[in-house]
């Protein structure tokens, strides 16, 4: 199986920083800085294993990207991981009552979301299926 994982972010930083460590875990990272580019991989590359993807980002917010993934009948069951600054308990509902795998808090480093990658991806590869979770 696919060892790629899709990141929609639009903080070049952010985007880099977790491309490099993604990386260094042995995963290929595709990016997409806006929902454009995003919408546009739906039909230009194979599904990912997993897809990273940022609330906020032009053009598309994840919200409608969540959306447009889980209808697409190739990508429904790539596991997907909101990714915000902030914790707000809305967001993390709708995102998770949207079909987001997990939600996570991006404020206390980027460590939070390579474990829950790890985690996510451990799972279902022993379980098929991931429960909800959101790490802050």
């Known amino acids: 199986m696919s060892r790629t ?16 460590i993604l990386e260094r875990e042995g995963y290929g990272v595709v990016r997409a800085v806006d929902g454009r580019q ?19 980002v032009p053009y598309a917010n994840g919200f409608e990207l969540l959306t447009a993934f889980r209808q697409h009948p190739d990508w429904k069951s790539v596991p997907i991981i909101m990714v915000s600054a902030d914790y707000y308990e809305p967001d993390i509902q709708r995102a998770l009552a949207a079909g987001a795998t997990a939600y996570v808090v991006k404020k206390h480093g ?8 790890n985690r996510v991806l451990s799972a279902s590869a022993s379980e098929g299926t991931v429960e909800p979770a959101v790490a802050m």
């Open 110 to 117: 980027l460590h939070d979301v390579v474990a829950t990658v």
């Open 38 to 56: 995003a919408i546009n991989l739906l039909t230009t590359i194979q599904p990912p294993r997993l897809i990273l993807l940022d609330i906020v």
């Open 5 to 20: 994982i899709l990141c929609v972010e639009d903080e070049q930083d952010t985007g880099d920083l977790l491309q490099s």
